[in-house]
Structures are given as C-alpha cells and as structure tokens.
C-alpha cells in the first residue's frame, strides 16, 4: 500500500533546507519525493504545512540506566521523537554476561524502533570486581555475527589500550575482524596517549566535558557525540560545536538518562530543543541527531527524508521547538498526536528469562554478617562529597564500644558490598561518611559496574532487613527502619530494571529516594546515587568491592584498619 | 620501525585547515599527529614546511578505458598522487567474465595502491549483446565475499530498475544482502522515474552534466561524483557543488581515462588542480577527494591524516598546485620526487591468465565474409557524428553494380561487427557514413561493451586482413592499407589492455591514430573511439551488432535494407 503525504515542510539534512513537497511511502521506505499526487498514492494524508522530520537517532544510550525495559523505554522514547538508538547494555552484562546481552537484543528485534547494540568491552570493569558476567575476546567476537550489533561498545579501559594490554587488544582485534567499529570513552586523555588511543581504531568520543577535548579530537579525527544525559551534560561546553565546518563531525548522544527525566524533558528531541535555545541553528542541530548519527555507524538508509530511506520520520508543528506530533516507524504511525500506539510485550524465551530474573543469588543474610571485628588504630572511611562520584578517603580512630563502630553524631555509618551473582558469601565491610543517614539502612542491586548488593545502614539488623528484601524481590532499591521497609523499587530485570513503565518506575523512584532523605541525607547527596558509584574502582579516590576496599589512586586492595 | 614526519603542513580535511605539525608512522599506519620529536622514532623525515596531504582517492574508474594492466595503471597514477582507487572492471566482465573480474582482482592484492572493485551489473550490457561473459545474481552474490569487492557497480539498467525487472531486483537484492552498496549511473532520469531509481538503494551518481541534475540527485540524498575524464567532463558545469553546504556530499572520479591524458594531464590531482583554477576552494576539493569519497565507500580509516587512519599521505611543495614530489603508501615511499618506487609485476594464476591472454576466438577470415548480398531499395547506413557518440540512421540506396555497395565518394564505406569470444561465426554487416575513411580498413577488439571486433574498411580484402591481424596479436587495433598493417596496437589482455607502460600504450595509440588518420578522417571523428561506440546498443539511434542492425529508439533488430 502507497501512502502520500502531502502538504508537507520536509527537513533536508542533505541541503540544510526546509523543502514544501510530499512524500511518498510504500512497504515501510520512502519511495518518492516530490511532486506526488492522489493518483500516486492509496491513501493521503494531509500535513497541511506541518515539518516533517527524520526519526531521531541518541548514538549512545544505557537503556538499563533508564530502570525501564527495552519495551518500557522505547514507550517512553518514541512519543519524544527517536526512531533509533545504539545501546550498549554494559550494565546488564555485568550482571548476566551472554545472557544478559542475549535478553536486550532479544526483547528488542520486534519494537516499534531500531535499537542496534555495540558488545560492552569491559565486563568485568576492572580486575576488582566480582561481576555476573565476564566477555572475553572469543564471546565478544560471537556476538558480532548478529545484524544488531553494531560494534565494540565504549573502550573505557583506556590505560590497557595505551599500554597493549592483550587482553583489550584481543578484543579491539576481534572487532576490526568483524569489520565492527569501537566506540571511545578516554576522558582527560590528551596528546600522545590520545593518539595511541585513537590509533587503536576508536573513531568516537562522549565523553568531552572542554571544548580544548573535542577540538583535540576532532583535529584527530574522531567524532564528538555530544552529550546531554541526567547526570553528564556537555551541552553549554560545546556549543561551538554546532558552527561549521565541525557540525559536520557531531552527533547527539544522552549516555544516562533516568526515567523522570526522559518522561518529563524528553530525549534526544530535548538536547535539540537546548541547543537551539542557546543559540545553535536547528538544521545542524536535527542533522547531527539523524543522518550524522546514521553515518557515523554506517547506516546508511536511515536519518533522511529521501528515497530508499527506512520511513521513519517526524510530524512537528515547528521544527524550532521540536514539539513532536506524530511519529511514523517503518512506514506506521506509531505516535498519534502524542499518543503511543500501543505494542504488544515482546516475548523472551524461557532460559533467558529465568536467567536475567533470577540475577540475585544471595543466602539469607543476618546481622552478625555485617559485624566488624574491632581492630587498634584509624579505620580508612570512604566519604562521599556533594554533587561529585569521587570519594575521599578518611582516617579516623573509631570508637568500638557502642554499635560496633557506627556514629552518627559524625555522620559515619556502616557499608556493606555483598556479591550477588553466585553467593560466594564474599562481602567487604567498612565505614562511610557524608551520606546523612542517621537511622535505619538502605540497599540496592544497582551498583556499578558489578551492580553487587550494596547497603549502608546504622543497625546491622535494619542492614540485613534491607539486603533480605533486595534478595526477596529479586533486585533493586529499599529503605528500612527499625526492622521495616518503608519503601521499596523491585528492579527484578538483571536487578536493574523494573517491570513497570516509565511513570511508574519514576514515581516508585521518587518514593525509594524521599524515605531516604527521611532518614536523612546531606545537602547535595542522593543517597542511591552515591551509593551506586561507591563500589566503582575507576573513580578515585577509594572503593568498596566484595572483598574490601580498594585504594584506586594506587590500585590495589588496602585493609579496613590503616596498620594492619 | 617508526619513522616521524617533521615540520610538515597537515591538510585535516576534519577541520578544512592546515596545520602545522608532525606525523608519526608505524606498521603502515599513522599512529600520531602531533608534538613528536626525535625520541619518538627510529628515523626522521624532514619535511621541511611542505605539505602533507592525504592520498587522493578515485571513487569511480574503469582501468580497462586507459589500455594500461592494473600494474602500470598504478605505475601511471602513483605519481598523481592517487593511492585508491574503486575500479569497475565492467569492460573485461564483458570478455572474460569471472575469470576477468577474478584477473583484476588478482593482480591487484599486492599492488602499491589501494584497489577496490565493484562487481559490474550488466553483463552482458543489453539483450542483443554477444559478450565473452554474463554475471547473474548468483555470480555477484559469490563475488560479494571478496574483501576488496566493496559494491555493486554503476546499475546502467536503469529502465530495468525502474521496471523492477526480476533479473536486475536479483542483483540488487543480492547487494544488499551482502550489505554491498550500489552505484548509480542514470543519466537525465529525473522525478518520478529518479526516485523509483534511487529507493532501490542507488545512493550514488556520476552521470550528472547539469547542475540541475545534480540538485535533484543531491535533494533525494545521492551522493555526487563529479566526473572529470578524457571524454565526459562535467567539471564547468558543477562548479558550484564546491560551495557550502552541498560539497560535504561530492567526490572526484575519471570514470574513463585515456593514457596519454593520464600521463601528461594526471589523474585526480588535475580535476583538483583544474577546479582551484575555476575558483574552487581547495581544501574542499581536496576533501572531497579523500575523506568523503572514503565515507561514500565506508573505508573508515583511508583518506586523512589522523592516528588509526592507513599511511596513505602525499608530500607536495604546495597545495594549490597539487604538484606531487613524494607518495607514501601503507607508509612505505612508493614515489620519490616524482620518480615510482618500482615493484614487481604480480604474479597470475595459470588459469586466470590464459583466460584473459586467450581472449580472441575466431576462425581465420577471408573477404568473402564481409561479402554482402546485394538487396534492392534503400539501406540503413550508420551516419557517425562529430564528437558525439550518438548517431543517426540514413537510408540510402547503394549502388552495388561496384564494390559491394562502398562508395568512397560519398563517405560509405562497410562496416562489419564479428563475434570474437566462442568463433560463433555470427557477423553483422553493413555500411557506415561520416568516418572519412577513404583506403584500407581498420579494426579494433575495444568496442563497448560486448568488446567484440569491429571493422570499418573500403575493401573486404582489406578487411579480412584487418580482422586476421587482431586474431594474430590476440586482441588490439590495427590500420591495414593494401594487405598491409601500417600501424597496429596489441592489447592482449582481454584485447583491452596491453602490456607495454603508459607512454608506450600512448605512442602505440598515437601511431595507430595516426595511421588511421592516413587513410582519412573527418574533422572531429577519432575513428577508433567512434567505432568503440558504434556497437554500443543503449546509446541512439541505430548500433551495429554481431547480429546485425539495432534500432535503438525502437529498441529492436532491424533489417539492413530498408524494405526487407
């Protein structure tokens, strides 16, 4: 069946133009521009002077930051505009490896949007964590035979590719092998290290925050994926990036995006939005978010509005304001002024399934697990800061006498990393300062890179309530006090996604996050947040892992008491 | 071994600057622009302020039209500056079939230049051709595994496209499944008929000769290749494809080079050259020559100066010339002020090179077989036009009481087309007008596409002769005036290609031109060009094949005498 839509004001990212003309569109691709008749044509639609616009692209995603399903996400996303997505779902594999992977790309072959993956490179992260899941060169090289993956996922360790560490260059091998690309993550990296990086064959980069980066990469060659998440927002550092000749080079990535933010703000449509409010033209704004994307990962009949191309585009009122009207995928209207037109779930067979929702293996915890055996000295406190990932590392005598160590005059309470993934029973225990809490404890399977359970608690017995709700729900976040949950967010997919959808996930986000503060949390802390980056050992300056601390400025594991 | 480039002038076609800097190579890669000294590298290169520009990239040739092996193809070009090339072998295709696509491939592997093919997709040209070879859809599905096989090449079907004639749909399938792109060649299509051209994923085009024309093409997303070769020259005519923001969608090609203009005009650095010299800023000509016409063809790391792109980079005193003192290759110095490097002929597979060396099959000839019945009333006699490639019908009543019809005086003189690839004896006769022969005969096994041997002669002995010799020296051109060969060229390479280098295939071509002039010719008639078209049934009106007449405005065979 033919479908013409007349009437229309077509974006050309070829032209940087705005064209009145019709399409035409037959078996989900454009076959015609121009000047197109009823005649031509099954059905007419009349745009009556609307734009119509390439579906958009985010180059780089992690669905799981979203806390929503493939299915759930692309709820969320379509009505803001995005057609396409390259996903590197690093966080699922770290908890469920192979299958992990085998779940996002499975769940997604039959959604209304085209969602390519790269293979996550650092599974485990570093040689400190305890991960569900470890991809090695063989696996990754496997997983390249499937038409969805579309490349090496964001190469964070960056020390191994400067050094030729085998292991990484092994798996870089594996990719060129498969004529895939790489992805890059080398923040900070400059000058000859930068070239080695690079040289390696890692011809992107998200991860400028400075101007003096992308100039540095783009002079080397690289493309900038300009990013725009939650967290991480480059947007105001790199405006200039929207000016020529090097618009040409860019592409809108958000990285992280959590669930209220892609519900409330939107997605890729949203960067567009902020960038033409401070000044960037829309044209290249839109041209970096559709076929700049498309090229970059070689996809060549998407983010256009011309023949051949995969019919997915936009009907917007104006284009300036991106406000997305209608939403066309593969020919279908998917998005009905606003509306999503609803999709069934997508099947996942049965061993994925039991695999990616029985991620905690955990024996029941008591609280004389959390118990520290008093030693003689200062104890290493991590502590957290305000509004920052990093930790400084405290030295402070503790007092034994009372609650085994935990005070909260001085705002130092009891951690805990217990691994999930097999019950090896390895748990690192320490103390943390800054959080604010001063009752009770709270856990959470969401925990990078290895995602193990993570609880910070003032009562070992409120800590093994809440790490025993974690285990029961099968993964995600809860609040207790005095022996009862509060609040909790099942996150039963891998323990980092929940089953509900996006205004769901974000109000039982909402809820999780204010029985936190009532416990009490310092200005600039979210306590989930920090938490889920306080297991992390490639942020300095000291970690907790399931086998204790880790000192990341020296790399290596240090004891709990400074002169043991 | 590393070798650092001192003091150079980068030409970043990222960034459209040039910049002072250094280069750093290793293992046939860049692996560092930057702040290098001494202590990087083994050895060191003193640029001395010269230019480093990447190596100049031809996005679409036929090797076959410059007479020259793909060995001394390269030996021609190097010196150019030219270091890759997309060639279509769709000339020896046509006489060899696989064999001869498996030739070029073949001798190509170890060349000092990036040689990449695409298969041709029409073979045989059209339905009344008798060519040496066919490819159907199963034969280029094979051909798609070759590595250095990038697409499918320029679909001059176009009305079979446009039909969606199965045979041509297969071709195109078969590319896409293989995740192989197309090239375009449709010239003068436009609108509808464009757009049913371009959505069979025809992303390209170098047939363009009007800027309209190209704006279309450009509007529905096809890339544009301006062509610039010895014959078709569209360069004046899309002079403004330089300018902002269209150029970051052009490439250069030849598409047909002849020796002689290669060598003393160049190859890619002369349509540069020639577009500055029009007002053409150069560092978008020179990008269009590298980096873009690299991204057409999805060679992520050819055709920049940067870490991980293939050494590939030319020394020139200064860019606005293009004078090309050295050529580095896979960072190996190939040419050293302007002098080639010399390698090695390549080795050919027994085989393969029988196949292509033993092209010409035919019986001895004698004048009886140029012998035409004498008919009554008028006869289509082929009228050649100067410096065109079309040409007309007349119809003219012979008089055969002398010379079978040739009449000198009038400019007719016998025309005969002999299938040369399995000796069928199928011979088409018949007359043609405009050559201004007036002795002897010529002949030449270059006729396109089917590259069986064409004769054009006052005398059927002569003829015979003619004829007899092309047998003789297994394919070429010969000029024989009263039983003798006053001049002749061998191209015993599919009869397409000779074995001598670039200036002897240019003085041969020369001196066969000459002597064919000797017997006569017209003011802006090059008799052996024409004659290469004569039996090229898609170019109007009326084309002689080994069966006979074809009209081809009525796309039928015709009888030589009018009322038959």
């Known amino acids: 069946m033919r479908t013409l839509f007349r009437n229309g004001r077509i974006v050309n990212v070829f032209t940087d133009t705005v064209q009145k003309t019709n399409v035409l569109i037959e078996g989900g691709r454009i076959i015609g521009v121009g000047a197109y008749t009823e005649e031509d044509a099954d059905r007419v639609e009349d745009i009556g002077g609307k734009v119509i616009c390439p579906g958009l692209i985010d180059g780089h995603i992690h669905i799981e930051s979203t806390m929503l399903s ?121 000058g000859k290290d930068l070239d080695r990086y690079i040289a390696a064959g890692i011809f992107d980069d998200h991860e400028c925050s400075t101007m003096a980066e992308a100039t540095e990469r783009l002079n080397k060659g690289q493309w900038i994926m300009i990013r725009q998440g939650t967290a991480a927002r480059n947007l105001d550092a790199l405006l200039p990036l929207f000016e020529e000749p090097v618009s040409r080079r860019c592409l809108l990535v958000t990285d992280d995006k959590h ?123 991590i502590q957290v800061i305000p509004d920052q990932l990093i930790t400084r590392e405290r030295r402070i005598e503790l007092d034994f006498s009372r609650n085994n160590g935990v005070n909260t005059e001085n705002d130092i309470i009891k951690l805990a990393v217990i691994e999930r993934h097999v019950d090896s029973g390895h748990i690192g225990l320490g103390y943390i300062n800054g959080l ?68 769901e996930i974000a109000e039982q986000n909402r809820k999780v996050r204010e029985a936190a503060a009532e416990l009490g949390s310092a200005p600039g802390i979210e306590p989930f947040m920090n938490l889920a980056f306080v297991s992390l050992p490639v942020i300095p300056d000291i970690k907790m892992t399931t086998q204790g601390l880790v000192d990341v400025n020296a790399w290596k594991r240090v004891p709990l008491f400074v002169n043991r």
């Open 70 to 190: 493939p299915a759930e996400f692309v709820r969320a996303c379509l009505p803001h505009g995005t057609t396409t997505v390259i996903a590197d779902p690093h966080e699922i594999a770290n908890v469920s490896g192979l299958y992990g992977i085998g779940y996002m790309i499975e769940v997604s072959r039959k959604l209304p949007m085209s969602v390519y993956y790269t293979v996550p490179s650092c599974v485990p992260a570093t040689e400190f964590d305890e991960s569900g899941g470890v991809l090695n060169a063989q696996d990754i090289a496997v997983l390249f035979s499937d038409p969805h993956v579309i490349g090496l996922g964001e190469m964070m360790n960056f020390p191994g590719v400067i050094a030729g560490v085998p292991a990484v260059t092994d798996k870089i091998n594996a990719a060129h092998g498969a004529g895939k690309l790489i992805n890059g993550h080398a923040p900070m990296i400059t």
């Open 259 to 381: 669930p209220a933010d892609l519900l409330y703000n939107g997605h890729i449509d949203s960067i567009i939005r902020q960038a033409v409010q401070k000044g960037a033209p829309v044209l290249t704004a839109v041209r970096m978010a559709t076929l700049q994307a498309a090229q970059r990962f070689g996809l060549s009949d998407l983010g256009a509005i011309a023949p051949g191309y995969q019919a997915d585009f936009l009907i917007l009122d104006e284009l300036e304001t991106m406000k997305v009207r209608d939403v066309y995928r593969h020919g279908e209207k998917v998005v009905d002024d606003g509306r999503i037109t609803d999709f069934e779930d997508p099947q996942v067979r049965p061993d994925i399934w039991k695999a990616v929702r029985n991620s905690v293996m955990l024996r029941k915890q008591d609280r004389t697990m959390f118990h520290i055996e008093p030693g003689h000295g200062p104890c290493r406190v």
């Open 436 to 503: 604010g809490i001063r009752k009770g404890a709270i856990a959470s399977s969401v925990s990078h890179d290895s995602h193990n359970l993570i609880v910070a608690g003032v009562s070992d017995e409120d800590m093994a309530v809440a790490a025993n709700h974690i285990r029961e729900i099968g993964g995600g976040l809860a609040v207790v006090r005095d022996g009862e949950v509060l609040a909790d967010m099942p996150l039963p997919i891998a323990g980092l996604m929940g089953l509900g959808n996006a205004s």
